[in-house]
């Protein structure tokens, strides 16, 4: 007899996790980790009783709130619920440890896992003309690190006279968590002029930056 009970308890964990078309799962291929990553659960055919997020954990899936309940994970994700027509979890301010695959459930249905990644935008650039005569280039609190591509007008008697792209050395990063400060600087030097340019920074998406004043 001792061997058929957790035959039992197996039948009953696989029928409570039914993937079924009566729930689904919308939510962003890509977080930005600066505002609110919303996750929406819609639902048919089925009454409302129980509401369940689940987020999978290697190959388990650990329920991380229940009816509107913060259960779990601990640490720095903070999560919330909002019911409108569906019901949504908010997870704010996402760091790279919220990325990973999500469902939703509604009593004993569950949707198809989705899976998010989590990427933090530069917010702005700052470019300068190094003592060196060298472009320097700065990014701060970027994930993952930014591939760069930099467009260069120089002006001559407020006249552009050409634009040219900067090859930029591989940048030089450090960080006290997951987000990391970067700097990069340019392979040759430049005089010192009026120049306009343009910074394409792509982390998961691209960042498009650009300014028309004096380096």
Not at 45 to 66: A, F
Not at 124 to 152: A, S
């Amino acid at each position: 007899m001792s061997g058929y009970y957790p035959a039992i308890a197996l039948t009953i964990i696989i029928l409570s996790t039914t993937v079924d078309s009566r729930v689904w799962l919308e939510a962003p291929a890509i977080a930005n980790c600066r505002g609110d990553t919303v996750l929406t659960c819609h639902y048919c055919d089925t009454p409302l009783t129980t509401r369940t997020w689940s987020r999978k954990i290697g190959d388990v899936w650990e329920i991380i709130m229940e009816n509107g309940t913060q259960i779990g994970p601990s640490g720095r994700l903070s999560i919330r619920e909002e019911i409108n027509g569906w019901f949504s979890l908010i997870i704010s301010g996402a760091d790279n440890m919220a990325a990973g695959i999500y469902r939703c459930g509604v009593d004993k249905y569950q949707s198809a896992g989705v899976e998010f990644l989590v990427e933090c935008k530069p917010e702005n650039v700052k470019v300068r003309l190094t003592v060196g005569m060298l472009i320097e280039i700065r990014m701060n609190t970027v994930y993952p690190v930014p591939d760069i591509h930099f467009m260069l007008t120089v002006f001559i008697w407020t006249q552009p006279s050409g634009t040219t792209q900067v090859f930029i050395s591989y940048p030089s990063c450090s960080g006290h968590s997951w987000l990391q400060d970067c700097v990069w600087v340019s392979t040759s030097t430049f005089s010192a002029s009026q120049y306009t340019y343009e910074i394409v920074a792509k982390t998961m998406t691209e960042t498009y930056f650009f300014r028309s004043t004096l380096i």
